[in-house]
């Protein structure tokens, strides 16, 4: 059992690295988005590949301290995993946020009705 979290955190850090340098749906949306709002959603989808990494390090780094009973420093590491979690929460909801908006955009003028809340 003392590899799961290694395993855990090597396919976390994996779907990070391929969010990082890879994802190209923020690129699909160059013809129907405006530029400056398409490569603010570039750059903050790049930004939560890059935090998904340092989360996986930070839960492998945790688990380790945990392991060598250093309580301490583990602890620090649960608040840390626990802000990454957050981070990547709250710019997952920013990403929401633009693609209703340009969803509502395009409603509008197209001339249909919005019947979203």
Request: aromatic share 12%; hydrophobic share 55%; net charge positive.
């Amino acid at each position: 059992m003392d590899y799961l979290p290694g395993i855990f955190a090597l396919i976390v850090a994996a779907a990070g690295w391929y969010y990082l340098f890879y994802s190209q749906a923020a690129f699909r949306l160059q013809g129907v988005e405006d530029a400056n709002r398409n490569r603010l959603r570039i750059r903050l989808r790049r930004v939560g590949g890059l935090v998904i990494m340092l989360l996986a390090a930070s839960f492998y780094a945790m688990f380790v301290m945990l392991r060598r009973e250093r309580f301490a420093a583990a602890g620090v590491l649960i608040l840390v995993v626990m802000f990454l979690m957050g981070a990547v929460m709250a710019l997952g909801l920013i990403d929401l946020r633009m693609t209703r908006k340009m969803r509502r955009e395009r409603r509008t003028a197209s001339g249909t009705r919005d019947h979203e809340g």
